[in-house]
């Protein structure tokens, strides 16, 4: 009991720097710090909103949305959203909005796109996924995330 006040009280604090703090910079941190605190809570939601909250903050590193991508298909895989199918869906789109709006499609960028593919695998889209990952093998057809998916969903 006393474990779970101190997250409340710690959680309430990051929310209200995250409310009141004007330079979005400064919020990262306090973001990750919040999906951090939500994880030992058992919010696999709560989590997922902050990292999605801070990757869509323009200065969020490209390495920190791809960690938060797997991080989304980790819970993803093992059932731990406890949502309903739409906002599941949701919460996908929105995050592969975010990371497709921050890189080009190409060979640099091919294992986050992997990543994508996967999302949409998660989320029942599977014709999307497959057009990705065939997108991936027509420039790069020995891209062995691409391959292994490739299987997975039977392109």
Known sequence: MEEFKKYKYAIEACQNFIQFEENQDKTIAVWKKLSVLHAKDNNYL???HSLIEMSEICTTSIASISANVNRLNLLLSEGKLNSNKEERDAIVFRMIK??????????ENFDEYTKIAW???HIGKIKEARKTIANILKIDP???YALKLSKTIKL
């Open 98 to 107: 975010i990371i497709s709006n921050r890189m080009e499609f190409d060979i």
């Open 142 to 144: 020995n891209h062995r």
């Open 46 to 48: 709560g989590e997922i």
């Open 119 to 121: 999302l949409y695998v």
